[in-house]
């Protein structure tokens, strides 16, 4: 039985992700953590009748408390976007907020598994290792951004426009998690995909401001919480099933490829080289990340390009990370 926080439960993803997580059985404790709003959250959420005890913490004070004896750590805290900006918009409030919690995650939970959702991802797992490097308890393999929703698009857009294809179609997706970082490897789909350049040119355009459809649509109300949610919840419940089976258990993520150099040289000779965290398909163990997954073929010569551009642009937000938390200390 696993025990999980969500911190910044009461918001758009945390109330829909904590919802689905006490859906699953395998859950025994769930700590939900807000600086607002969360007790309703919590006491509404409590009442259904799965196996999870469900505790609400609220505020810094409690945030020890919430985070004390936790297995796995799920942080979609901080703001979302409104239309017109970008999740790098997005960091100087929730870089603040990521360093805070991570702070009290390396002090009070060590060695749990650490999910990031809050963006910009890109940038926000590189404070958090930061944060645990100089607290003396960084271990990459436990370290994941939550990239899910991009593999989880993707399988949906093919099938749109592929109506015969299983939704369960796997498509890689690698780089990072924000506009040209993102880049689907439509080539190496299983099964494969019969498409033609125009569809694979739309398709990736799509997949990579997918985010901002869901912007537009909110129309300054936020950005994806359900689809999130959704995400999320099958990032957690792929974490819980590593705990407790030795099945090979896959799952996308932005990671720091310092996890596995074996299996990072691959990737790096791909175009990510001089990067040292990047969207790959891992292979999850009972300490987290095992191996990164191989890729199983050459991506195409247009998905190499894709490569280097998001390369290049996914270094300036690690860098920004890093820069932001070194400054700091
Ligand atoms: P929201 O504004 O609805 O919820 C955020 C919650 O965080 C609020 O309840 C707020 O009180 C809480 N919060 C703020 N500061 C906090 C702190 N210091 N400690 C604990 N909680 C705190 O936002 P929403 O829509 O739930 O999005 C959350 C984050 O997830 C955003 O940064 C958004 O960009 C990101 N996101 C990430 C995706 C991904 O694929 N990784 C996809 C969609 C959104």
Redesign the pocket.
Known sequence: MVSVAV?????????SLSLLLKLNQAISRLSL??????PGVATDISHINTNSAVEYHIG?AQ?DAALRGIDIVV???????KPGMT?DD?FN??A??IR??IEAVADHCPSALLA??????NS?VPIAAEVLKARGVYDPRRLF??????VVRAARFVRDIRPNIDTSVYIPVVGG?SGNTIVPLLSLAEPQLDLAQEEIEDLVHRIQYG?DE?VKAKNGA????L??AY??ARFIESLIQSFESDSIIVEPALVDLAADTQGAKQIKTLGADGLAFFAVPVVLGKVGIKRIAPLRGEPSLLERKGIEIAAAALKVNIDKGITYVIKKS
């Open positions: 911190l910044g439960a009461a918001g758009g993803i945390g109330q953590y807000d600086i607002v709003g969360i810094q945030l942080i979609p805290a901080g703001v979302p976007r999740r997005l409030i929730n603040s907020i805070e919690l990031i959702i809050s963006n910009p991802v926000t951004g939550v990239t899910t929703l991009d998690h985010g869901v936020g950005s994806a919480t689809s999130m995400a999320a």
